[in-house]
């Protein structure tokens, strides 16, 4: 599975963004997404997770209520939605898939995007 993040930018606190992972590969519908995020000189985060079918999510408590996270299997996409952002959303997220159903730790995902840098301006 390879995987391409976009959609990040620079946002005003209050702002929303859209990021999109493409996915390539006839194993995506088999694969838990996930999304995660480093600031500088953070360890990188887990934000959101969808299952398989997108029957399950699971959100970091930072991003409840603002955040959603969504998948199309039919085209391989995974989005995530992000609403009345913060400075402290500030980052570079990344998605990533599992074999698993889902997951939370960065360290059960076996494939991950390149990156799509989220600035929000106070």
């Known amino acids: 599975v390879q995987l391409q993040a976009s959609g990040g930018g620079l946002v005003q606190a209050g702002g929303s963004l859209r990021l999109s992972c493409a996915a390539s590969?006839?194993?995506?519908?088999?694969?838990?997404m996930g999304w995660f995020r480093q600031a500088p000189g953070k360890e990188r985060e887990f934000v959101a997770a969808?299952?398989?079918?997108?029957?399950?999510?699971s959100y970091v408590d930072s991003v409840k209520g603002r955040f959603t996270v969504s998948r199309d299997n039919a085209r391989n996409t995974v989005t995530l939605q992000m609403n009345s952002l913060k400075p402290e959303d500030t980052a570079v997220y990344y998605c990533?898939?599992?074999?698993?159903?889902?997951?939370?730790?960065?360290?059960?995902?076996?494939?991950w995007g390149q990156g799509t840098l989220v600035t929000v301006s106070s």
């Open positions: 990533a898939a599992t074999r698993s159903n889902y997951a939370i730790s960065p360290n059960e995902y076996d494939y």
């Open positions: 590969g006839r194993t995506f519908s088999s694969a838990g």
């Open positions: 969808i299952s398989r079918r997108g029957v399950s999510t």
